[in-house]
């Protein structure tokens, strides 16, 4: 086990540095327009594809790396990039972490490399488990998974929504209800190989901010997988849910739920990407502050204006150490006894927020056009209190665990 650090190893500053340089030269460049077009951005993928930062090696690399520190390290400097380009190249994580906390070995080796494919046929995939009337209330799920056992086959049908590549993935992982009456932990999560009947896009939504990242709804229409599409398999499917089963019957609560799992192991990685578009409006509006000339001096020679950027650096450097805190103790084997990991997501997202805005504010007029990229990175920002757990569910979590009470 690695100890803690807060400092790279040279390998780590050189893949840095090589991110940073994509970002500085591909992704900044082409951010207004893809941001303007609302499309994927296929192009900026398949170069990213192309230099190996798109591919299942690259992220493998990082993933294992023994400190923690590769993923939010490379998170951070893709999303300071640009952070709807950067949700391109990485939202195919997701799915990819979702096969990781619940497939087996086989699964993992079957099903990860088609979710990137290579640099000459590029591959994508989603991960669906959000609903119309189902968000933060997981327990609200309604798409059904019934096993067919005379096929050896499960049978899908719901809709999923806000879905980072849905419909146009080549895999898609979904999560449906297996057992309703027990609510959350009746959860499991399925493959969806490339050209199954019955998967289809239903909405494709027009969004405030990570335009160049699809998110659409998930039609699944009696959508039949085999039954080595479960993730872990039945029999582990079978005796989680007589664990949770019995502990309904005891009252007890704690048991597995696939969804959950995913999420609490991608927190500190989108606390990351939040980090970056933080750091990146900030480097903006100092710049901007030192070189801005009012009533004679540069605007940073106002306090009001140099205290809010002292504020701004403090939060940002903060806000890295708990990510980076919970991506160490994740690689180590560390339980989040305090809700590390929603408290790296929690506190991130509301300073890229805020950090974004006060941004804004240092520009003044300029901030608000689209000339400056700080509106963009404003309007990119404001997810980061609501996906993957809003700021308020994010609490409820730190609430719960350091408490151990069921607080509603």
């Given at each position: 086990?690695?100890?803690?650090?807060?400092?790279l190893?040279?390998?780590?500053?050189g893949?840095?540095?090589?991110?940073?340089?994509?970002?500085?030269?591909?992704?900044?460049?082409?951010?207004?327009?893809?941001?303007?077009r609302?499309?994927?951005?296929?192009?900026v993928?398949?170069?990213?594809?192309?230099?190996?930062?798109?591919?299942?090696?690259?992220?493998?690399?990082?993933f294992?790396?023994?400190?923690?520190?590769?993923?939010?390290m490379?998170?951070?400097?893709?999303?300071?990039?640009d952070?709807?380009?950067?949700?391109?190249?990485?939202g195919?994580g997701?799915?990819?972490?979702?096969?990781?906390?619940?497939g087996?070995?086989?699964?993992?080796?079957?099903w990860l490399?088609?979710m990137?494919?290579?640099?000459?046929?590029?591959?994508?995939?989603?991960?669906?488990?959000?609903?119309?009337?189902?968000g933060?209330?997981?327990?609200?799920?309604?798409?059904?998974?019934?096993?067919?056992?005379?096929?050896?086959?499960w049978v899908?049908?719901g809709?999923?929504?806000?879905a980072?590549?849905?419909?146009?993935a080549?895999?898609?992982?979904?999560v449906?209800?297996?057992?309703?009456?027990?609510?959350?932990?009746?959860?499991?999560?399925?493959?969806?190989?490339?050209?199954?009947?019955?998967?289809?896009?239903?909405?494709?939504?027009k969004?405030?901010?990570?335009?160049?990242?699809?998110?659409?709804?998930?039609?699944?229409?009696g959508?039949?997988?085999?039954g080595?599409c479960?993730?872990g398999?039945?029999d582990?499917?079978?005796e989680?849910?007589?664990?949770?089963?019995?502990?309904?019957?005891?009252?007890?609560?704690?048991?597995?739920?696939?969804?959950?799992a995913?999420?609490e192991a991608?927190?500190?990685?989108?606390?990351?990407?939040?980090?970056?578009?933080?750091?990146a409006?900030?480097?903006?509006a100092?710049?901007?502050?030192?070189?801005?000339?009012?009533?004679?001096?540069?605007?940073i020679?106002n306090q009001g204006?140099?205290?809010?950027?002292?504020?701004?650096r403090?939060?940002i450097?903060?806000?890295?150490?708990?990510?980076?805190?919970?991506?160490?103790?994740a690689?180590?084997?560390?339980?989040?006894?305090s809700?590390?990991?929603?408290?790296?997501?929690?506190?991130?997202?509301?300073t890229?927020?805020?950090?974004?805005a006060?941004?804004?504010?240092?520009?003044?007029?300029?901030?608000y056009?689209?000339?400056?990229?700080?509106?963009?990175?404003?309007?990119d920002?404001a997810?980061y209190?609501?996906?993957?757990?809003?700021?308020?569910?994010?609490?409820?979590?730190?609430?719960?665990t350091i408490?151990?009470?069921?607080?509603?």
């Amino acid at each position: 086990m690695a100890e803690f650090t807060m400092e790279l190893n040279e390998d780590q500053r050189g893949v840095r540095d090589w991110i940073h340089g994509f970002a500085a030269e591909v992704m900044r460049p082409a951010a207004a327009e893809w941001d303007e077009r609302e499309e994927f951005p296929w192009p900026v993928v398949q170069e990213a594809a192309r230099i190996g930062l798109y591919s299942l090696d690259f992220y493998a690399q990082q993933f294992f790396d023994p400190t923690g520190l590769g993923v939010p390290m490379a998170m951070e400097e893709l999303f300071w990039g640009d952070a709807g380009l950067g949700l391109a190249i990485s939202g195919t994580g997701l799915a990819a972490i979702g096969v990781l906390t619940n497939g087996t070995e086989e699964q993992i080796g079957t099903w990860l490399p088609q979710m990137y494919g290579d640099a000459d046929d590029v591959k994508i995939a989603a991960f669906c488990s959000s609903e119309p009337d189902a968000g933060s209330d997981v327990s609200a799920m309604r798409t059904r998974a019934v096993y067919d056992e005379a096929k050896d086959e499960w049978v899908l049908n719901g809709t999923k929504t806000w879905a980072t590549n849905g419909g146009i993935a080549n895999v898609h992982v979904v999560v449906a209800v297996v057992d309703p009456g027990l609510g959350a932990r009746g959860h499991a999560s399925f493959i969806v190989p490339p050209g199954t009947p019955g998967l289809s896009q239903g909405q494709k939504f027009k969004k405030h901010g990570i335009r160049a990242s699809h998110t659409a709804e998930v039609v699944l229409d009696g959508v039949r997988l085999p039954g080595h599409c479960l993730l872990g398999g039945k029999d582990k499917l079978d005796e989680r849910l007589a664990r949770a089963r019995e502990r309904a019957r005891t009252g007890g609560s704690r048991t597995h739920n696939a969804a959950m799992a995913t999420f609490e192991a991608s927190r500190p990685t989108v606390g990351a990407q939040a980090v970056g578009i933080a750091r990146a409006a900030y480097e903006v509006a100092l710049d901007y502050a030192q070189t801005r000339v009012q009533f004679g001096r540069p605007i940073i020679d106002n306090q009001g204006v140099a205290f809010q950027l002292a504020d701004m650096r403090t939060r940002i450097d903060a806000a890295r150490l708990l990510v980076w805190r919970a991506s160490w103790m994740a690689t180590a084997g560390k339980p989040f006894t305090s809700a590390e990991g929603s408290m790296s997501k929690l506190f991130a997202g509301e300073t890229a927020k805020a950090v974004t805005a006060q941004a804004m504010q240092i520009l003044g007029g300029n901030g608000y056009t689209r000339e400056y990229p700080v509106e963009r990175m404003h309007r990119d920002a404001a997810i980061y209190t609501i996906f993957e757990g809003t700021s308020e569910i994010q609490r409820l979590v730190i609430a719960r665990t350091i408490s151990d009470v069921p607080i509603r």
